[in-house]
Structure formats: C-alpha cells, structure tokens
Nanobody, 120 residues
C-alpha cells in the first residue's frame, strides 16, 4: 500500500515563507511526475507546481517566481518552498504522484492535505 504524507503547513504572515514536504512510502517501484495542488474554500482544486522524475519543473502563473518545487528521488520526497506568501495563497495543499508499485500498474495517489494560512 502506498501513502503520501504532506507536512509543513501552518499559519504565516504575508510576505513570509513555508516549506512543504510530501513523502511517499510503501512498496514503491518507481515514481513518475509529482505535483502540488491547492484548494481554497469555495474554489476548485488547482495545479500549483509539477516536478518530473528528471527534475524538470512547471508552475502556475500565480506562483511563478515565488514558489520552488523540488524532489529527492532517493527519499521519495517532494518539496515546495513558498516565499513571499500572499493571503490568496491560503488553501489546503495536496500532493499527487503517479507511482508504480511492484506487481501493480501505474496509479495516481493523493496525500491527505496540509493547511496553509497566510494572514496577519
């Protein structure tokens, strides 16, 4: 069984920084792309950032230049460094990954989410 566990959320003032982590565990054979999504109250879940297994990255326009996504393949862990945070960044942040488990076809997995609140 595969689990994705996010951590690092919390309350931060505007202009502050947070670093989120997403750790994958289980009988993992390989992980393809890993994504960060977020969902604010009353809004649809949106893609924030993607990092491929080779380290290529892509960002939503709203976070480009402020957020940095990275991963440590040896630890099966993805990170999201968030700087210059704004109140509109307030949301539950979720990680998502396409993972191959030994003996099981590729499948997408979601983490449980971590709350990020930007407020003075």
């Amino acid at each position: 069984q595969v689990q994705l566990v996010e951590s690092g959320g919390g309350l931060v003032q505007p202009g502050g920084s947070l670093r989120l982590s997403c750790a994958a565990s289980g009988n993992i054979f390989s992980i393809d792309a890993m994504d960060w999504y977020r969902q604010a109250p009353g809004k649809l879940r949106e893609l924030v950032a993607t990092v491929t297994s080779g380290g290529s990255t892509n960002y939503a326009a709203s976070v480009k230049g402020r957020f940095t996504v990275s991963r440590d393949n040896a630890k099966n862990t993805m990170y999201l460094q968030m700087n210059s945070l704004k109140p509109e960044d307030t949301a539950v942040y979720y990680c998502y990954a396409d993972i191959a488990v030994v003996g099981v076809p590729w499948h997408g997995y979601w983490g449980q989410g971590t709350q990020v609140t930007v407020s003075s």
